[in-house]
C-alpha cells in the first residue's frame, strides 16, 4: 500500500504543467489615458485604413481592367493579402482573447494566397489549360550535359504542385487542431514541452510553409526565361515579403513567451500579442504600396487583351475559389497516381498553327496576352505532332520514353522548314 501511494505521487509529480500566464494586474496609463493596448489598437488601427484604401484602389483598377481572368484572379486575392492581414492584426489587438482564434485565420488566408501565386507563375509559363502538362512534358530536363530527357519538367512541376498545395491542406488541419487544443486547455503557448500542442504545431508549420515556399522559388528559378517580360521576380518578391516576414514572426514570437520580461505598464498579452500584431501591420502599409509597382494594372490594356469583363462579374470570378479546389484534387490526384507507379499524363496528338496554339483549343480570353512571352514563341512550329504510343497503357515517366516527331519542323535560323 506505501509503495503504491508513492508511485502515484511520484506520477503525479512528473506529470507535465503548463505555466499560469504571467500576470501584471490591471493595465497601467503611459500617455495620457491610453493603455498600451489602446496604443496599439490606434495605431494598427491607422496602418489597417491605410493598407485598406491602397489594396482595394489597386484591385478596383484591375476588376474595371479585367480582360486576362485566369491572371487576374491571382492578381486580386495577392494583393488584397495585405489588407487581411491589417484588419486581423487590428482585431487581434481589440481583443486579446479573440487573438487567440483569428491569427491562424490570418495564417489560413496566407497558404491560400500562396497557392494563387503559385497559379500566377504557372499562368505566365503555360497559359493553356489543356495543354499545360503537354507543355511541361516536352520541355525536357538537362540530365547530362548535351542529353535531353523529355517528361522531366513534368515531373518537377507535378512535384512544386504537390508541395505548394499540400500547405493548402495541412494548414486549415493545423488551425482546426490549434483552436481545438486552445479550447481543450492543452495548447501552452507559454511552454516547448513535448506533451503540449503548441510546440508540435509551429512544427509542422514551419515544415509545411518552407517546403512550399522553396518549391515556388525553385519552380520560378527553373521557368523564369518563359515568362518573357512580365517582371515574375518583382512580384514574386512583394508576395513573399508577407510570407517570410509573418514566418519568421511566428517563429520568434512562438519561442519567446517564456523569454520575456513584463512591467506594470506592459503585460504578458501586450508583448505576446500587440507587439506581433502591431509589427505586421506596419509592414503591410509597406507592402501594399509597393504591390502598386509590382502589379500594374496597366499590363492588362491595350490591343494585346481579350475583351473587358464587367466589374461585378470580375469579382465574383476573382473570389470563386473553384481553380484552388481543383489544384488540390490535382495535387490528391499526383500523389495517388505516383502510389500506384503510374503516370498521369499520357502524351496526345496535337496540331500547332503558326500563332503557338492548338488549333482545337479556343478560350473565352487570350491565352498569349503579350507577344514576347518567350514560353510561346518556342513552340511557334506549324504542324508539329507528337508520336502516339499504339498501347492503350502510355509508357512510365520513369523509363525512357521515345522522343516526339516533328514532321516539316520548322527551323527558325533558316525560316523554312527542315
Known sequence: ??????????????APTCAPTPSTGPPAVIVGKLTSQHLFLLITALCAIITLISSLSLILMHLRRYTVPPEQRQIVRIVFTPAFFAIT??????????????????NLYEAYALGSMFYLLVQFTAPEDKMREHHFYHLGSKLEPGQQVPGGNLFRFNWAWIMVFQYTVVKPILVIAQDASIAAGTYCATSRNIHFAHIWIVIFDSISSALAVVAVFRFYARCKKMMGDRKPLTKLLCFKAIVFLCWIQSIIFGFLPSHLSYSAKTSYD?????????????????????????????????????????????????????????????????????????????????????????????????????????????????????????????????????????????????????
Not at 500500500?1 to 512528473?14: Q, V
Request: aromatic share 8%.
Open 1 to 14: 500500500m506505501l509503495l503504491d501511494r508513492e508511485i502515484g505521487h511520484h506520477a503525479t509529480k512528473a
Open 89 to 106: 492584426s487590428c482585431l487581434s489587438i481589440l481583443s486579446y482573447k479573440a487573438g487567440f482564434y483569428i491569427q491562424p485565420v490570418q
Open 270 to 418: 501586450d508583448l505576446n500579442f500587440g507587439v506581433p500584431n502591431l509589427i505586421i501591420g506596419l509592414e503591410m502599409v509597406i507592402i501594399s504600396l509597393c504591390m502598386h509597382f509590382a502589379y500594374k494594372s496597366s499590363e492588362y490594356k491595350g490591343d494585346h487583351v481579350g475583351p473587358r469583363m464587367g466589374i461585378f462579374r470580375a469579382a465574383a470570378h476573382a473570389i470563386n475559389p473553384s481553380d484552388l479546389i481543383r489544384g488540390i484534387v490535382r495535387m490528391v490526384k499526383l500523389i495517388t497516381f505516383r502510389s500506384n507507379n503510374a503516370t498521369p499524363y499520357a502524351p496526345v496528338e496535337t496540331s500547332w498553327p503558326q500563332n503557338g496554339r492548338r488549333a482545337d483549343v479556343q478560350p473565352s480570353y487570350p491565352s498569349q496576352p503579350h507577344a514576347q512571352n518567350a514560353a510561346y514563341a518556342m513552340n511557334q512550329q506549324p504542324q508539329v505532332q507528337t508520336q502516339v504510343y499504339p498501347s492503350a497503357q502510355p509508357p512510365r515517366m520513369t523509363g525512357q520514353v521515345p522522343p516526339p516527331i516533328y514532321p516539316n519542323q520548322y527551323d527558325p535560323r533558316r525560316g523554312n522548314a527542315a
